[in-house]
């Protein structure tokens, strides 16, 4: 699925939506440690590498997404990756004071893995570790199947500025149905075509996964900040933390990041 990493690093290394509750987070974590769940090539690390943090960690199913982090990391001492499953993390990211889980990345995890998954989740975070979780049921919000269409005319609000004329040469499709939601994108230009199969997973669910792995959840916001912000998208923005971890710490922070943002209560 994301073993054609040229084709997809090229249209997605300047997606932008997701960076400025990602920076405003950053700000207040202050991380020592960050890790980033499916971290696919590495398109937040121009954000994570302007952080004091010492270590930076991508953990990726992908064999080439991981080669690819680790390039695009150029800083060997400060930066890894690795291949690694959401469902099965090792303990020795157990230190992060951070870890970033972006675009929908639970809709890639089969609904009989999930609890899985979470329970992995869990496991490895310290008492301390903080997520950062974007949601969003269906990509780019879009619940029906849909013909192909161009990135530039549909989504440009969504990459920076002086990137948006090469999404002229990127098309995109959906196939959706009661369980999967499917997304077909090609270079219009080699033809060459991606099929990426993600699953339904309804924010209200996914809430209830979060409760049941003991995890607890503070919500930063329900869309992308301004100027990403033009589709009316409901999304799940949100910081979750072990049960045990203090309720005041994650209101503060909450409140902090939200603060930064300018996002009334
Ligand atoms: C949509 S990309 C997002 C990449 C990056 N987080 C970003 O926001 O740009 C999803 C990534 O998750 C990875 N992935 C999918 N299922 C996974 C799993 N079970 N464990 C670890 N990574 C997974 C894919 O290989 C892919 O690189």
Redesign the pocket.
Known sequence: ??DKVDI?HEL?EN?RP?YPMIWATLEIVKPKVIA??????G??LPLFKQTDAEKIIG????KN?VKSFMKNGDDKQRIVSFE????DINNYIKDSDIV??????MK??DPSLREK?WDSIYQSMGNETIVLIDHCEYIYDISKSTQWQSYFDTLKFWWAEEHREMLKGFEWKKNVSEIEDILYYKNTGSQEEIK?KTFLYKIDDLKHDIELSNLKYSQLTDKFMYPYSQHNTKRFISLLVKDTYCNDKLLKTTSDIKRLLNIEK
């Open positions: 699925m994301y997809y997605f997606l997701d980033e769940y499916g971290a696919g090539s398109r937040l953990l990726d199913l992908e997404m690694q499953n959401i469902c970033i889980m972006t675009s929908s990345v890639h995890i998954a990426i």
